[in-house]
């Protein structure tokens, strides 16, 4: 079984910045992707951020230039750094990692247990 562990987020003004970070523990074998995705009230859980093992990432438009996604394949981790903040990034982040537990098997995707990110002065 994978868990995984979030930390980071928090109350924090508009123009300011915050660090996520995400932690999978268990039987690993490989992590094809990792992500960050966030559900505000009343909207569908998004894509804010990803990368692939091999390093190439993606960004939803609106996060693209403020925000930045790293991983430590070492230690199964992933984070968002996150600046220049808006009210708009107010939402509940999810990490998620797409794992396999084995070399044959397929991967699944397993997720944190959210963190809430708020921007507000």
């Known amino acids: 079984q994978v868990q995984l562990v979030e930390s980071g987020g928090g109350l924090v003004q508009p123009g300011g910045s915050l660090r996520l970070s995400c932690a999978a523990s268990g039987s690993i074998f490989s992590i094809p992707f990792m992500g960050w995705y966030r559900q505000a009230p009343g909207k569908q859980r998004e894509l804010v951020a990803g990368?692939?093992?091999?390093?190439?990432?993606n960004y939803a438009d609106s996060v693209k230039g403020r925000f930045t996604i790293t991983s430590d394949n070492a230690k199964n981790a992933v984070y968002l750094q996150m600046n220049s903040l808006k009210p708009e990034d107010t939402a509940v982040y999810y990490c998620?990692?797409?794992?396999?537990?084995?070399?044959?098997?397929?991967?699944?995707?397993?997720w944190g247990q959210g963190t809430q990110v708020t921007v507000s002065s």
């Open positions: 990368i692939f093992s091999g390093g190439s990432t």
């Open positions: 998620n990692q797409r794992a396999r537990t084995t070399g044959w098997g397929p991967s699944s995707d397993y």
